[in-house]
């Protein structure tokens, strides 16, 4: 490809990326070395209790620090390593880099959970399971203080595997939670037969939840089946400390959103009691 350096490539996502061979092909070999070269980094986003106030837990986002573009978001990569299979070493190196992590945090007094959320690609391979338990056990942490994060739609009625490691890593203690509920397709009615430790709450829900009834609606009957269910349920995306306590005052367990922390470096996760959460 001539003089063109790599960086000058633009990362394209889903279809168009198909139609972009030549890039296609450097955005895998760029992000095999952003692997092999430690380039990318986790910032983590703590949950809040609704109920103390405390950060309750942790959850890893991957970010890629790209040599020459910056920082750059999940949505600028990932799209591109699950269709090119790149998304099992980068789930291996976000498990490693978490579980690293949450061993040092906890050797210093600090009991976070993590949760890291993986693709329904992951899901789908076999011995998934049996290789998370694995990196647990070599990690010293406990797999009860890990959570996989798994959007609705990886665990639709059609993907049956994706279901059986579900059930496996619950077997040996790992919790699953289902990320952006109400997004997707699935309903609750398919989740029935699973083990799931948490549910949260889509951000657009949330987003609007002091206005419109629709969506007051929506995540009363989440908290509802979820609590049914037996599951916690946690609420994504909470900016205000209105939304806090009309979340809270509906049953709501956790809460996560700009309103107590963006996502950082584990070192700048706030310690203290945050303002506002259990008001
Ligand atoms: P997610 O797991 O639903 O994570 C929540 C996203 O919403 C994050 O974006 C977070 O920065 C953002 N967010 C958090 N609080 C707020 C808020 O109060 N307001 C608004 N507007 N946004 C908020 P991010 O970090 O860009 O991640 C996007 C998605 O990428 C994640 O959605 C997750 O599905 C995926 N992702 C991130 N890290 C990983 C990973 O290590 N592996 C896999 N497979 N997927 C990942
Ligand atoms: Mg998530
Ligand atoms: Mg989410
Ligand atoms: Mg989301």
């Known amino acids: 490809h001539g003089k063109r350096g790599a960086s000058d490539i ?8 198909a139609a972009h061979s030549t890039q296609w092909l450097v955005v895998q070999a760029e992000l095999r070395h952003a692997l092999a070269r430690d380039e990318l980094v986790l910032h983590y986003q ?38 090119s299979g790149l998304i099992e070493p980068l789930t291996a190196w976000v498990l490693r880099r978490a579980l690293a992590d949450q061993a ?39 797999p009860g203080q890990l959570l996989l994060e798994v959007t609705e739609t990886a665990l639709a009625a059609d993907a049956r595997r994706a279901a059986q490691t579900v059930v496996d890593l619950s077997s040996r203690g790992i919790g699953i939670s289902v990320d952006d509920f109400g997004t997707g397709f699935t309903g609750m009615s398919q989740l029935l037969g699973l083990p799931i430790a948490e549910v949260k709450i889509d951000r657009t829900f ?12 929506i995540v009363r009957a989440v908290i509802a089946l979820a609590h049914g269910l037996g599951s916690r349920v946690t609420a994504e995306g909470v900016e205000t400390a209105d939304v806090a306590y009309w979340l809270r005052r509906a049953g709501c367990d956790e809460a996560q959103g700009y309103l107590y922390s963006r996502p950082v470096p584990w070192l700048e996760i706030p310690m203290y009691e945050i303002t506002g959460a259990a008001s």
């Open 104 to 142: 040092h945090w906890t050797s210093t007094g600090r009991c976070w959970s993590v949760s890291v959320n993986v693709s329904a690609r992951n899901l789908e391979k076999p011995g998934f399971a049996e290789f998370v338990a694995g990196l647990v056990a070599e990690y010293g942490t406990s």
């Open 10 to 17: 633009v990362v394209y996502a889903g279809e168009e990326m």
């Open 46 to 83: 703590p949950k809040v209790d609704l109920r103390s106030g405390e950060v309750a837990s942790v959850e890893a986002l991957v970010r890629w620090q790209h040599p020459q573009r910056g920082l750059l978001p999940p949505s600028e990569f990932l799209p591109a390593a699950e269709q």
């Open 206 to 217: 949330v987003a609007d939840v002091l206005d419109s009834p629709q969506s007051q609606a």
